[in-house]
């Protein structure tokens, strides 16, 4: 069970267009998701909090407006990066837990990987 | 939430027992210990986590020390599939949020 499933698995845009990536939680219901990027040889770096039915946080230094983030249903959460330039050219990976576990572990999916050319 | 310190690498044998400490010396009471491994290009996969008791589950024991200052991960028997990086992470109920630190890159060697 917990089964985080993210589309596209790789996306490749050109600079200035926008680019949406889904979430879903296949199995379970989640109030709360998390979206983060992740830098060749480098560690997860927590962009946001996706919260059902309210406005998303963003960790500080995370532009809102530029990493836009839905999260319309209880299974659903998407990141759109808007205007993409070379620098948005991330690993991005989101990661939900299940609704009534609170000490529950995140359960990550496989990742996007988007090239901005 | 607590800060970790892991190493930056490790090797270990396939067929021997891995053994990835992790050092938490601020975590609070009510913080538990959540262990993932990322293997390359792919979403952090959990592992196991735990409070204060030892845990262990199909695939690894939990050491928790008596004063939680610090816990090990042991992969009982390593195979070449084990190579990954892996993260400790302390997670109270103050937040949601899992903050990554830099992890241990495991290798198993044939």
């Known amino acids: 069970g917990a089964v985080v499933s993210q589309h596209p698995s790789w996306v490749i845009c050109k600079s200035g267009t926008s680019v949406k990536i889904e979430c879903r939680s296949l199995?379970?219901?989640?109030?709360?998701m998390f979206w983060y990027r992740q830098f060749p040889k480098q560690s997860l770096m927590l962009m946001a909090t996706s919260n059902e039915g309210s406005k998303a946080t963003y960790e500080q230094g995370v532009e809102k407006d530029k990493f836009l983030i839905n999260h319309a249903s209880l299974t659903l959460s998407t990141l759109t990066v808007t205007s993409a330039h070379p620098e948005d050219s991330s690993f991005y990976i989101c990661?939900?837990?299940?609704?009534?576990?609170?000490?529950?572990?995140?359960?990550f999916g496989n990742g996007t990987r988007l090239t901005v050319t | 939430d607590a800060k970790t310190t892991q190493p930056t690498s490790m090797d270990c044998a396939e067929g021997r027992a891995a053994n990835l400490p992790c050092n938490h010396s601020?975590?609070?009471?009510?913080?538990?210990v959540y262990w993932y491994r990322q293997i390359h290009s792919q979403g952090p996969q959990y592992i196991i986590h735990g409070l204060k008791n030892n845990e262990t589950n199909e695939m690894a024991s939990l050491i928790i020390t008596e004063d939680r200052k610090s816990s090990t991960l042991i992969l009982p028997h390593a195979t070449l599939r084990d190579t990954a990086v892996y993260y400790c992470?302390?997670?109270?109920?103050?937040?949601?949020?899992?903050?990554f630190g830099t992890g241990t890159s495991l290798t198993v060697i044939p």
């Open positions: 199995d379970f219901q989640a109030t709360t």
């Open positions: 992470i302390v997670r109270g109920n103050t937040g949601n949020q899992f903050y």
């Open positions: 601020t975590i609070s009471g009510n913080e538990y």
């Open positions: 990661s939900a837990r299940a609704r009534t576990a609170v000490w529950s572990p995140l359960h």
